[in-house]
């Protein structure tokens, strides 16, 4: 069943408004509505939403300024998606620069921004938890501890850190290159280095079990083979 968002959608142009609005609903989630920035940035502020849609050419105040403001101001971290037909490296680079989550250029596929919404909503509640719980996985930021099927398996500093960043990402691939900017930013390291610390985990993380969690996207990356595992936990 597909998880049901309360939404606030900031946008102008009504026809584009009915539309998302009516594609939306019909799909099992909730939205409130505003025309203005200004009007959108105190909903906002004053009512829980799961995430905003924002569109950046607003009237009193454009979508910039109500991020910006939003992440100022804001007692939690709201999850925002940008909506706009600015298409340039350098708009994206400005919406991502005041706090926006993702980017989505008109003309979009409605059903591909209801699953943008939905993924979002998503890693914005694993990120948000101490303990991430996917199928027989159980991580714990804050002790920094993984189990699975109620069994603790021992990891390098590394090797816990790979396996939340694909668990954050979950069900999607990380690419090599984006994992290895994640653990070592703009710095360079050894060709091999990844692919040493992977063997690593996957010797502590599958090894012992019957059915490996860690998956390897040939050219692309890596991920978790969470349904599999559950499905191998739950057999006879």
């Not at 909506?83 to 708009?91: G, N, P, Y």
């Not at 930013?185 to 692919?195: F, K, M, N, Q, V």
């Amino acid at each position: 069943m597909t998880q049901s968002l309360h939404v606030l959608l900031v946008e102008d142009q009504q026809n584009i408004a009915r539309n998302i609005a009516e594609y939306m609903e019909q799909r099992g989630h909730v939205f409130d509505f505003a025309e203005k920035g200004d009007h959108g940035l105190q909903l906002a502020l004053s009512q829980y939403y799961d995430l905003v849609i924002l569109d950046l050419n607003l009237p009193a105040m454009d979508g910039l300024e109500v991020c910006r403001q939003l992440r100022e101001r804001a007692e939690r971290h709201i999850p925002i998606i940008m909506l706009t037909a600015r298409d340039s490296i350098e708009d994206k680079v400005s919406g991502f620069h005041v706090g926006a989550d993702d980017y989505l250029t008109k003309p979009f596929s409605l059903q591909e921004l209801e699953v943008r919404c939905l993924a979002l909503s998503r890693r914005h509640l694993l990120q948000s938890k101490n303990v991430l719980s996917l199928g027989p996985l159980e991580i714990d930021r804050r002790l920094k501890t993984v189990n699975r099927d109620g069994t603790h398996v021992e990891l390098s500093a590394m090797g816990f850190k790979i396996l939340t960043i694909l668990a954050e990402a979950y069900p999607q691939v990380v690419s090599r290159s984006e994992l290895s900017h994640k653990l070592w930013g703009d710095e360079p390291t050894e060709s091999d280095a990844l692919r040493s610390h992977i063997y690593q985990l996957r010797t502590a993380l599958d090894k012992p079990f019957p059915r490996p969690v860690l998956k390897t996207v040939f050219g692309i990356g890596f991920t978790l083979d969470i349904e599999s595992a559950d499905h191998d936990s739950s057999a006879p």
